[in-house]
């Protein structure tokens, strides 16, 4: 048998048994009244507060008019900025970057600066690598130590991405097609070795009244209206379904399912670089500590991934420092779903588990740039999504 055929027949379910079956009987075509769905294994998380391995503080720049993809005159540098993503950095990295790609070589230059090693940087730079240019990276730190390695890891493209009053009338239109870009080119990381971008279910559960509600840390006082664009990508991503009791087995009011993308970042990060060097490009130790020092860089064209760096670097007030905390539990491979319960998201990734405590609303952690990890809050957060297996 042709191997190529093999392969594919065993990724079908079919192997030289199932062919044999096959030939030795006759053709007999099998019909249902309606499809039989095979139950998820539902293999428990395991909460034990000494499971943790880690807990990492993740400052987010979130700018109430958006995210900065812009050029600005720096001296003898043309600059275009490309920060202020919020919570969307990863899910927005490849659209918002082909728009700081363009903004780049507009004017015809062939050798390009790009300041930031995070995902930001990263994709703008293979970007502009490909388009032809000769591209650099300085960075003051690699990926792994970057603020966009301590992020959630999901699809999140409207994550505190701006505030609806103050955002121009082109935006939405502007982050839709950030959004829309950016999901197809995601896609060409799903199924590669490593898996740095893959889909698993993620059971959105809704607690039974008297369920203590949202857990997390309180709420900065005041209110941002936070937009929300979710509804014009409906089209574009999958959508929830509502389950049965009998589909799941948590002790919940209600759940819905709906397949995410989560990113699995540190090998996303890896095979990003790994691209951009063999592809020619050079990454460069450096920390810029003022504007004017751009003035020592040989490129004419800089491109600014700087994220949260940018408001002590360009002196940008604009942008708001969000706390998020994230607690990393030793990895389980038999877990192969997300869920989120009281405000409480859980994400199994192949670099831990990683549980996240939100808390009531989206002014959690806003204005605050403590990056100081807090244990109390993450064994809160175990406790309380230990309650989904207590009768496991």
Request: hydrophobic fraction near 45%.
């Amino acid at each position: 048998m042709d191997v190529q055929l093999h392969r594919r027949m065993v990724l079908a379910g079919l192997g030289s048994a199932g062919l044999a079956g096959c030939v030795s009987a006759p053709a007999t075509l099998i019909t249902s009244a309606r499809p039989v769905f095979q139950r998820q294994v539902f293999a428990p998380l395991l909460t034990d507060p000494g499971r943790l391995s880690r807990i990492t503080v993740c400052t987010r720049p979130f700018r109430a008019q958006g995210p900065r993809v812009e050029v600005e005159a720096v001296g003898d540098k043309r600059v275009v900025h490309n920060y202020g993503h919020g919570g969307s950095g990863w899910s927005l990295s490849w659209g918002s970057a082909a728009m700081a790609r363009d903004l780049a070589l507009a004017g015809g230059q062939a050798d390009v600066a790009v300041i930031g090693c995070g995902a930001l940087g990263l994709t703008a730079a293979l970007q502009i690598l490909r388009a032809g240019a000769r591209v650099t990276i300085h960075a003051a730190e690699r990926t792994p130590y970057t603020r966009s390695a301590r992020a959630t890891g999901v699809w999140s493209p409207d994550s505190r991405i701006a505030a609806d009053a103050a955002v121009t009338s082109d935006f939405p239109a502007r982050w839709e097609a950030m959004a829309r870009r950016s999901w197809v080119d995601h896609h060409a990381f799903v199924g590669l070795d490593g898996d740095p971008v893959r889909f698993i279910d993620q059971y959105n559960l809704a607690a039974k009244r008297g369920g203590n509600g949202a857990v997390g840390p309180a709420p900065t006082p005041g209110r941002i209206g936070f937009a929300h664009y979710a509804d014009r990508l409906a089209d574009l991503v999958p959508h929830s379904r509502l389950l049965g009791m009998g589909e799941h087995p948590f002790p919940v009011a209600s759940a819905r399912v709906v397949p995410q993308m989560i990113f699995n970042v540190a090998e996303y990060a890896r095979q990003l670089t790994e691209a951009f060097l063999m592809e020619g490009g050079r990454i460069v130790q450096r920390t810029f500590h003022h504007p004017s020092e751009l003035a020592s860089l040989a490129e004419p064209v800089v491109v600014n991934c700087t994220g949260y760096g940018a408001r002590a670097l360009f002196g940008d007030g604009s942008i708001v420092p969000v706390r998020g905390q994230i607690a990393w539990l030793t990895p389980q491979p038999e877990l192969t779903y997300a869920l989120n319960f009281r405000a409480i998201s859980m994400v199994p990734r192949h670099d831990g588990i990683v549980v996240q405590a939100n808390g009531a609303s989206q002014m959690v952690g806003y204005g605050v740039e403590d990056e100081t990890p807090d244990r109390a809050e993450a064994e809160q957060a175990l406790a309380a999504l230990a309650t989904l297996y207590a009768s496991a």
